[in-house]
């Protein structure tokens, strides 16, 4: 084992410039390839532990040679093979007791294990997945019970900082959290009524205590503590208690461990405003805190004075978006910060949250034209960022004129470009009215279709996308390179699409899909054809463990330039007797998915999107598309973090939907698909988007959402996901007939839909096929007890 770094303990400096995370994924998306070449078996676990420290070291070289430095901790250590909140489960031994074999002797947990705690294992179902926060991240959610096993078991991240201290690279550990931990857990099963993951805070700080010990034998100067939980005032526990926890983990950790035992401690709460947990944080022994003044105000001045003894980290470029900072703004912030602390301030200057939501580096957008490219800061761009903006507060505004005026310009130029402001758009959406918004009521639509669609009890659906075969995504890569012209790709597509319906009528769904195989991405895909959207070739993003996304640049206004996906779906129909169903992405989802305008209100924006998706709604149905599904798995997400700005939000999103949907008439039966989050909050805007039918994520929780449905009174069709497609696990018949019948307890049959939880396109065909097979005969056996 590498020996520890000797550093000088008494005084913690810390960096004038730092980011509080960087892309996991590797600017060649290397965490990807390496790791589904390990699980597809076509490497060995050594090639896997190779592969990750070669890109942790690349990693950190690059930020180096961007101008980070290593000595005083501005390099943080970030990484994580999966995901960072499953490394925290493991790093505390707390895994479910279905998995307990998978913790050896020592308490560490091997790369099989630990996939199969991400992944599942073919017997056990994987931690569930969900979003991080308001973002399309998503982590794995820890099951803490009262006996579930918490101790400082698997020291891997200490590892990982002795190994790159080899290299003589001394980085920042960041760490979730012991409050975010528990917060974002939930009750192991079989715990007692009652029974809050936060019971279990004493064990969980005397892990973290022994964790940030070993970081202090190692040597760090510095461990990064995450506590974003903090900005939320939603949790299912009350403020005072959140708080009360707080106070008590920076007592033990800050307090009671006392340096030179432990490193300096770097608080950070990115995604929004700490309130009235900053004072608890001033008072505390922790060296430093990270307040995200992206989102958040500049704390009041009593507030600011009492945190004079610590580093104060201004996070002043937003880790949200790709838009260049308005670096005098963010300048003049960091002076008002650090005059309100006074005399003796040290304020250090880093991005609002950690960079993973961005790509690595806007200069590889070669196409994205010379207009738009000088106005966009990816993580790389932003690193430069926060280290112009130390130095004009270290030297004064006067030495960083000339960045300042350039980022001052490029900022200016985008909002000239022409089609950033459009009448045609303004005029559409001033000109909406109520009545543009409502449909017929529900009762009356429901006997059209039911006469029109002539279904069976129980029907039996998919969510959109099958399959993404690797013969459709090198199609696509050949029609980029001009290897193969549109027609050869269309002939591909069609193919596909009359292999998926042929596949669809032997399986005996009820209602088919055509499978969104022309589609790289759910949102890329519309985001490519409509104007005031512009998609990058490199700009991947991590979604969750390997998977990867490139969100759009929405920088215009929005409008449809053509069909979008009427072709496609009316070719599908043709092929076929049964009902086939279209599916588009909705506004908000759109909006979620993409990097939004800062330059007008996101409300504004979802009308615009949702008029484009109206017109395509409009001529699916004019070609005699009955069935058209909105898909809105974002819904959730966008669900403002703090109480008081929800209304407002769900207001805009649930009247985007309606603006796009509402042009469907009575016997055009409209669906929308959810997914991936905890809808209790949500229950009435779901109700008020009065979707016909709608379909939500439901296998991994085992149906806990329908008796909150019921309770909220919603009375129209609704198809509860019987099988997690997250997983390569296939279900059995008798597992989806299960859910059925327990879903049937809280849902009358003539109401209840059958599918998936989501699409199917990270499946294989083999698995898919396998699954659908047990799913319809499933719906069968329960169809015939009724
Ligand atoms: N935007 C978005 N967010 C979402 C979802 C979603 O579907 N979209 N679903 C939920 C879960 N998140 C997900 C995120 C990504 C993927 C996913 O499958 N991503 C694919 C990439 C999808 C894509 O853009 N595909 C392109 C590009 C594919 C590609 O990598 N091509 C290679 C070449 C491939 C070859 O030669 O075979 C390359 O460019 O290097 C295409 O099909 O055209 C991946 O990581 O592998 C799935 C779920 C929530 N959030
Ligand atoms: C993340 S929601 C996905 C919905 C989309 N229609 C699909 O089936 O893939
Ligand atoms: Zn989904």
Redesign the pocket.
């Known amino acids: 084992m590498p020996s520890p770094v000797t550093v000088d303990r008494t005084v913690p400096y810390f960096p004038g410039a730092t980011v509080l995370g960087y892309p996991r994924i590797g600017p060649g998306r290397q965490l ?1 390839k390496a790791l589904e070449a390990f699980w597809s078996g076509r490497s060995e676990v050594d090639d896997l532990q190779v592969s990750l420290e070669k890109l942790r070291m690349e990693t950190r070289r690059h930020l180096a040679d961007l101008g980070l430095t290593f000595d005083d901790g501005a390099i943080p250590l970030d990484f994580s093979p999966y995901d960072h909140v499953l490394d925290a489960a493991v790093m505390l031994g707390a895994v479910p007791e279905r998995f307990a074999h998978v913790v050896d002797a020592a308490g560490r947990v091997g790369p099989d294990g630990y996939f199969a705690l991400a992944r599942g294992d073919g017997e056990r179902a994987p931690l569930e997945l969900t979003k991080w926060f308001d973002s ?1 991240y ?1 982590y794995l959610v820890p099951e803490i019970g009262p006996g579930t096993p918490i101790r400082f078991a698997d020291d891997r991240l200490v590892r990982d900082f002795l190994q790159a201290a080899a290299d003589g690279d001394t980085v920042r550990p960041v760490v979730v959290g012991p409050l975010t931990f528990l917060l974002l857990s939930k009750p192991a099963e079989g715990s007692p009524k009652g029974f809050h993951p936060l019971d279990r805070l004493d064990d969980v700080l005397a892990a973290y205590a022994d964790l940030l010990r070993a970081f202090g034998d190692a040597g760090a100067p510095w461990v990064q503590l995450d506590e974003p939980a903090l900005v939320v005032d939603t949790w299912d526990v009350p403020r005072e208690r959140v708080l009360a926890a707080l106070s008590r983990g920076l007592e033990t950790l800050a307090g009671d461990l006392a340096r030179p035992a432990r490193p300096a401690l770097f608080l950070a709460a990115p995604y929004g405003d700490l309130g009235d947990a900053l004072p608890l944080v001033a008072d505390s022994h922790v060296e430093a805190v990270g307040l995200d003044l992206v989102r958040g105000p500049l704390p009041r001045p009593e507030v600011l004075r009492r945190l004079a003894g610590k580093v104060v980290v201004g996070g002043v470029v937003d880790g949200r978006n790709v838009w260049r900072t308005d670096l005098e703004r963010a300048l003049d912030l960091l002076q008002r910060l650090s005059d309100g602390i006074g005399e003796g301030a040290r304020v250090g200057v880093s991005t609002s949250c950690s960079l993973l939501h961005v790509p690595h580096d806007a200069s590889r957008e070669r196409r994205l034209g010379l207009s738009l490219r000088p106005a966009l800061a990816f993580a790389d761009q932003k690193v430069e960022e926060v280290q112009i903006l130390a130095r004009g507060l270290a030297l004064g505004a006067g030495s960083v004129r000339a960045e300042l005026a350039a980022a001052g310009q490029a900022r200016d130029a985008r909002t000239r470009l022409p089609g950033v402001r459009r009448d045609d758009v303004a005029a559409r959406v001033a000109a909406l009215t109520e009545p543009d918004l409502a449909r017929a009521p529900y009762e009356e639509r429901s006997a059209a279709q039911a006469a029109t669609l002539r279904l069976p009890a129980l029907p039996t659906t998919t969510i959109g996308s099958f399959p ?1 075969t ?1 013969e ?3 199609a ?2 050949a029609l980029k390179k001009h290897d193969l012209d549109r027609e050869g790709y269309e002939r591909v597509v069609r193919e596909e699409i009359a292999r998926v319906v042929r596949l669809q009528e032997e399986l005996g769904l009820d209602v088919l899909v055509h499978g969104e195989p022309e589609r ?5 895909f519309f985001a490519e054809q409509l104007d005031g959207f512009a998609v990058t070739d490199h700009g991947w993003v991590q ?2 463990g ?6 759009p640049i929405l920088w215009g206004d929005v409008a449809r330039r053509a069909p979008m996906t009427l072709p496609w779906t009316a070719y599908a129909a043709s092929l076929t007797d049964r009902p086939v169903k279209a599916v588009v992405t909705g506004p908000v989802t759109m909006l979620a ?1 993409s990097f939004v305008r800062d330059d007008q209100p996101l409300a504004e924006t979802a009308q615009q999107v949702a008029l484009a998706l109206r017109d395509e709604i409009a001529d699916l149905q004019d070609a005699g598309i009955r069935i058209v599904q909105v898909d809105e ?1 974002a819904l959730r997400e966008l669900l403002p973090l703090r109480r008081a700005d929800r209304e407002e939000y769900l207001a805009w999103a649930v009247r985007a939907f309606r603006v796009a949907t509402a042009v469907a008439g009575r016997d055009t039966q409209v669906h929308t698909h959810l ?2 989050s905890e809808f209790g909050d949500i229950l009435d805007a779901i109700d008020a988007m009065d979707a016909d039918v709608t379909s939500i994520e439901a296998a991994r929780s085992r149906m806990e959402i329908l008796p909150g449905l019921r309770a909220a009174g919603f009375c129209r069709g609704v198809g509860p996901g019987v099988y997690d497609i997250h997983s390569p696990r296939v279900p059995t018949t008798e597992e989806v007939a299960g859910l059925l019948t327990a879903a049937l307890a809280a849902v009358p049959a003539g109401q209840l839909w059958v599918n998936p939880d ?2 199917l ?2 499946r294989s065909f083999e698995e898919a096929t396998a699954a659908l097979t047990n799913l319809v005969q499933a719906a069968r056996a329960v169809r015939a007890t009724l």
């Open positions: 990807k399309n998503h993404q690797a459709l995504r090198r696509r890569v790289n991405d759910m949102v890329q979604s969750y390997s998977r990867c996304t490139r969100p998915w798995p997914c991936y989501c699409g396109k990270t």
